[in-house]
């Protein structure tokens, strides 16, 4: 699959990938529930697998520490299956980054210890600039 060409998504996929890109931030997997409601979603489990299934294609991430999901930010991630994200724990703001130099070297580490890597998520949790002046 190339960087820019998705898979073909069920209806479930579809609707909960676009309350995540529309949503500009992450959302729990009951929030995304409670907004496609309307649109017939009636279980946390049809959230759930849709979920999976786009985290597997690379489209959404998981962010641990907030037990949330996030639409990806850029094109590629699924090819190299990793995705970093500074939080700000003052107002919420989640950037998505690609610190190319500490993958090299975590994926190098991986292949030393004889380690299959699945899948990385680095998560940077502190206080974004806005956040930091506004204190001053």
């Not at 949330?68 to 094109?75: D, E, G, M, R, Y």
């Amino acid at each position: 699959m190339s960087a820019h060409t998705h898979p073909e998504l069920t209806k479930n996929q579809s609707l909960v990938f676009g309350s995540l890109s529309d949503a500009g931030g992450p959302l729990t997997a009951y929030a995304i529930l409670d907004l496609l409601r309307e649109s017939g979603f009636r279980a946390p489990l049809q959230v759930y697998r849709a979920l999976d299934k786009l985290v597997e294609y690379g489209m959404v991430h998981r962010l641990e520490s907030l037990n949330a999901f996030v639409a990806c930010a850029h094109t590629g991630c699924s090819a190299h299956g990793t995705a970093a994200f500074a939080i700000c724990e003052q107002c919420g703001d989640v950037r998505e980054f690609t610190p190319d130099e500490a993958i090299r070297a975590l994926q190098e580490w991986t292949g030393t210890q004889n380690f299959k890597l699945a899948r990385m998520t680095i998560e940077l949790r502190g206080t974004c600039g806005k956040c930091l002046e506004a204190a001053v």
